[in-house]
């Protein structure tokens, strides 16, 4: 299993992003995307503002 760091959460660039994908954590519109560093490659999940947040807090102990 990779281990995966949390490298930074942005807001999506374009509408179209916006309108085409849900959050993988609670299913609504999402609005960021959250980048992971893993060995050799990024990962790009997408959230919402709120299930972000709580990445953010939960990654910042
Ligand atoms: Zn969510």
């Keep these: 299993m990779l ?4 490298k930074s959460i942005e807001p999506f660039t ?3 992003e916006k309108n085409s994908r849900f ?3 609670c299913g609504e519109p ?3 995307l ?3 560093s893993t060995e050799g ?3 790009v999940e997408k959230y919402c503002d709120k299930c ?5 807090d939960s ?3």
């Design 14 to 16: 374009s509408n179209a």
């Design 41 to 43: 490659a990024i990962i």
């Design 23 to 25: 959050c993988i954590g």
């Design 52 to 56: 972000a947040k709580a990445i953010e």
């Design 59 to 61: 990654s910042s102990n």
């Design 34 to 36: 959250v980048k992971y």
């Design 30 to 32: 999402a609005t960021k």
């Design 3 to 6: 281990e995966k760091k949390l």
